[in-house]
C-alpha cells in the first residue's frame, strides 16, 4: 500500500497521479488532480500530456443536493432522446450530468477559463460537504451557466467502477473534498497505451500509478468508507 499512500499524499498537495482501471473495462489511465488546486498550467499539462475529456468529478450525493442529475436521466425524459441512450463497451452507464462555464470566464475553453470552472465548482462542493446545502445551490446557479465547457461526472460508487469513482474512493481516503479533475491519457500513434508505457509516463509526470484493483480491493476492506 505504499503506492497508495504516496498517492494521498500527491493528491493532498495538488500533484497529478494516474489510475489505472482494470484490463477488462477500458484499460486506460487518467491524470487526476485534486480540483481545488487546478491552475491554467495544470490544465495545459492535462491537454499536452493526457489530451483527453478533462473532466470535474464530485459524487452523485452531492449533484443531487445541488439538483443535478445524470445526462442520461435527464435524455429519458426528452421524447425521441431515449433512442440515442446505448451503454459503452465496457457496460457502465456513463457519469456525465451537464457541461458549465463559470459566469465570469471568456470563451470558456481557454486553460485559464476552465481553471477558474473548476477551481469555482469545487468551492461549490466544499460548501455543500459542510451541510450549507442552501448556499451551496445558491453560488452554483448564480455562478455558472450551461451549456458550457467543463462536463461534470457524477460518481456512485458501488454501483459503478470507472475512473470517476476510482478518484472519489481516494479522495474521500485522503479526507480531502470530493471534487477532482480527470482527464484520459491518450497515446500518440492512437492507440491504448500499455501499462508499461503508463509506468514510463508516471516517472515523466514524477509521480505514481496506481491501479483501480488496489482502491476497489482497500475500499472493500473499509466498509466505513462511503461516498
Same mark, same amino acid.
Not at 484490463?23 to 491554467?40: H, K, L
Not at 450551461?146 to 459503478?160: E, S
Not at 508499461?196 to 468508507?225: F, H, P, Q
Given at each position: 500500500?505504499?503506492?497508495?499512500?504516496?498517492?494521498?499524499?500527491?493528491?493532498?498537495?495538488?500533484?497529478?497521479?494516474?489510475?489505472?482501471?482494470?484490463?477488462?473495462?477500458?484499460?486506460?489511465?487518467?491524470?487526476?488532480?485534486?480540483?481545488?488546486?487546478?491552475?491554467?498550467?495544470?490544465?495545459?499539462?492535462?491537454?499536452?500530456?493526457?489530451?483527453?475529456?478533462?473532466?470535474?468529478?464530485?459524487?452523485?450525493?452531492?449533484?443531487?443536493?445541488?439538483?443535478?442529475?445524470?445526462?442520461?436521466?435527464?435524455?429519458?425524459?426528452?421524447?425521441?432522446?431515449?433512442?440515442?441512450?446505448?451503454?459503452?463497451?465496457?457496460?457502465?452507464?456513463?457519469?456525465?450530468?451537464?457541461?458549465?462555464?463559470?459566469? +465570469?470566464?471568456? !470563451?470558456? *475553453?481557454?486553460?485559464?477559463?476552465?481553471?477558474?470552472?473548476?477551481? @469555482?465548482?469545487? #468551492?461549490? /462542493? &466544499? =460548501?455543500?460537504?459542510?451541510?450549507?446545502?442552501?448556499?451551496?445551490?445558491?453560488?452554483?446557479?448564480?455562478?455558472?451557466?450551461?451549456?458550457?465547457?467543463?462536463?461534470?461526472?457524477?460518481?456512485?460508487?458501488?454501483?459503478?467502477?470507472?475512473?470517476?469513482?476510482?478518484?472519489?474512493?481516494?479522495?474521500?481516503?485522503?479526507?480531502?473534498?470530493?471534487?477532482?479533475?480527470?482527464?484520459?491519457?491518450?497515446?500518440?500513434?492512437?492507440?491504448?497505451?500499455?501499462?508499461?508505457?503508463?509506468?514510463?509516463?508516471?516517472? +515523466?509526470?514524477? !509521480?505514481? *500509478?496506481?491501479?483501480?484493483?488496489?482502491?476497489?480491493?482497500?475500499? @472493500?476492506?473499509? #466498509?466505513? /468508507? &462511503? =461516498?
Amino acid at each position: 500500500m505504499n503506492n497508495l499512500k504516496i498517492c494521498i499524499e500527491k493528491l493532498r498537495n495538488g500533484e497529478p497521479i494516474l489510475i489505472y482501471d482494470f484490463d477488462s473495462r477500458e484499460g486506460e489511465a487518467d491524470i487526476v488532480f485534486r480540483a481545488s488546486t487546478i491552475d491554467p498550467d495544470k490544465i495545459k499539462l492535462m491537454r499536452k500530456i493526457a489530451g483527453g475529456l478533462i473532466c470535474f468529478v464530485t459524487s452523485y450525493d452531492i449533484g443531487v443536493k445541488l439538483g443535478l442529475d445524470l445526462q442520461t436521466r435527464i435524455f429519458q425524459k426528452l421524447d425521441g432522446m431515449n433512442r440515442l441512450l446505448k451503454k459503452p463497451k465496457y457496460g457502465d452507464e456513463p457519469a456525465f450530468s451537464i457541461w458549465v462555464n463559470h459566469v +465570469d470566464v471568456s !470563451t470558456g *475553453i481557454r486553460d485559464v477559463d476552465r481553471a477558474l470552472t473548476i477551481r @469555482r465548482l469545487a #468551492e461549490v /462542493v &466544499k =460548501i455543500v460537504e459542510n451541510g450549507d446545502v442552501e448556499n451551496g445551490r445558491e453560488v452554483f446557479y448564480r455562478e455558472f451557466y450551461t451549456p458550457g465547457h467543463v462536463p461534470i461526472l457524477l460518481g456512485r460508487i458501488g454501483k459503478r467502477w470507472g475512473h470517476t469513482e476510482l478518484s472519489l474512493i481516494i479522495s474521500k481516503i485522503a479526507n480531502i473534498e470530493p471534487a477532482l479533475v480527470i482527464c484520459e491519457v491518450l497515446y500518440e500513434s492512437n492507440t491504448v497505451p500499455t501499462f508499461e508505457e503508463y509506468l514510463k509516463i508516471a516517472k +515523466d509526470l514524477n !509521480t505514481i *500509478i496506481i491501479r483501480g484493483s488496489d482502491i476497489v480491493r482497500l475500499y @472493500r476492506e473499509l #466498509e466505513s /468508507v &462511503k =461516498i
